[in-house]
């Protein structure tokens, strides 16, 4: 039992096994290994390491987004004239990333609280009967009072009065000058894993050239300043239409970046996006255009509450950042090359199948690659006072010379040689 348990452990440590390879010589399988090779090798080169960067690790930055619009408008409305500075078309004001700016608006002046007739042509009724006192309608404006108004034809409502009228929208839109407002980002982003932190005020950006410069694909990429008539173009979409009723843009802000490289080389790039509608379609075809929202001013006046209601027309800009950076890491690199050895094993695999079951020489394929042992020939080895291993060895010798005779083209089908070697 000793001796067994010394012969185990002395085997276990002392011996190496290694697979039988078997060589076979054949254009066809050839061909075919070295094809599904050379792919494998593409597959890892050209989209692992060099299109997905399969050598480097990957973060995605915190980013914070600061913005300020800068212009003044101009309207004229029955003799009236105002001007609108940030604070009049700026909603919220507070410089956030996702904001509106005014372009048209209609505007309902000394509102009250009181009860009067829904607007003409809505809500029609013939009698009491038609206004359920104490009900609402979805589009009115106010709590049914039961009572028909005959000279109006609609039904009386608890509301703010006079009713807002917004079935016509200023065209042209009141604030064509918006177009000449600018936009001003400040992006700051920080890569955590990396402990890079990097501003769209980058290197070459200073007080100086951001008092001056003007975003330009081209010419000016890096500027942080908008032209709001730029952005709207940029995005696919016309100025004028998407004023009178409104709309919303997103500025995306790509930080892509390379950290192999000089962290200097860590530049945003901005793209601009039309978010509401296709600009190509026509606005009866939608369902719903624009973007619009309510706003009112709450005042008092004879000790009266009152308001001034707008509803207004303006381009939401969203602005986005989106951001990805990489730099080498030894552990996807080795990853990324020992997922790729492993799929060579393809090549082995496919070729195993062509030429034990496709070929017209299988049965002699198999014959070559599977050894197989029984009682039979462990029997005969005996019988001849033969070890077990040197009686393979020479029926394994006799088959080599079986198998040399019987062809006759080195270079056929049915040539193959058997190659093994081990060491002691």
């Not at 010394?6 to 440590?13: E, K, Q, R, V, Y």
């Not at 090798?41 to 390491?49: D, E, P, Q, S």
């Not at 078309?89 to 608006?105: I, L």
């Not at 026509?282 to 004879?302: Q, T």
Request: glycine content about 8%; hydrophobic content about 35%; proline content about 4%.
């Amino acid at each position: 039992m000793k001796s067994q348990i010394t012969n185990a452990l002395s085997d276990f440590f002392f011996e190496y096994e290694t697979p039988r390879q078997v060589l076979v010589r054949n254009r066809r399988v050839g061909v075919v290994c070295r094809l599904i090779q050379l792919g494998v090798l593409a597959y890892i080169i050209g989209w692992v390491f060099i299109y997905e960067k399969g050598y480097q690790s990957t973060d995605t930055a915190v980013s914070s987004v600061f913005t300020k619009m800068k212009g003044v408008g101009y309207t004229e409305m029955d003799g009236d004239e105002r001007v609108w500075d940030v604070a009049d078309y700026v909603f919220p004001p507070q410089g956030d990333s996702s904001f509106v700016v005014m372009t048209n608006y209609i505007i309902t002046e000394g509102q009250q609280m009181g009860k009067c007739p829904e607007l003409a042509g809505k809500h029609r009724c013939s009698s009491e009967a038609d206004c359920e006192g104490g009900r609402f309608k979805r589009t009115g404006h106010g709590h049914m009072t039961g009572v028909c108004v005959n000279d109006t034809q609609t039904c009386e409502v608890l509301a703010w009065c006079p009713i807002e009228d917004d079935r016509n929208i200023p065209d042209p839109p009141l604030l064509m000058s918006a177009e000449n407002y600018t936009l001003f980002i400040k992006n700051s982003i920080t890569f955590p894993l990396f402990g890079v932190t990097r501003s769209n005020l980058v290197e070459s950006i200073d007080a100086g050239y951001v008092s001056k410069c003007l975003f330009d694909p081209k010419e000016a990429p890096l500027c942080p300043i908008f032209r709001l008539g730029d952005i709207v173009k940029l995005s696919g979409f016309n100025f004028t239409t998407i004023a009178k009723v409104g709309g919303a843009i997103g500025i995306v802000v790509d930080w892509t970046c390379n950290l192999d490289l000089d962290v200097t080389k860590c530049k945003p790039k901005y793209n601009f996006h039309g978010l509401y509608g296709n600009p190509a379609e026509k606005d009866n075809a939608r369902a719903s255009v624009g973007y619009n929202f309510r706003y009112a001013k709450h005042y008092m006046e004879d000790k009266q509450q009152k308001r001034t209601l707008l509803k207004v027309f303006g381009i939401r800009i969203d602005i986005i950042v989106q951001s990805l950076a990489r730099k080498f890491d030894i552990i996807p690199t080795l990853t990324a090359i020992g997922s790729g050895v492993g799929i060579f094993g393809v090549a082995t695999v496919v070729c195993d199948l062509v030429l034990l079951y496709l070929l017209p020489k299988r049965e002699f394929y198999k014959n070559m690659k599977f050894k197989y042992t029984d009682t039979h020939a462990q029997h005969d080895s005996q019988s001849l006072g033969l070890d077990t291993s040197v009686y393979y060895t020479l029926e394994a010798n006799a088959g080599q010379v079986q198998a040399t005779d019987q062809c006759n083209d080195p270079d056929s089908e049915t040539c193959s040689t058997e190659r093994a070697g081990a060491k002691e």
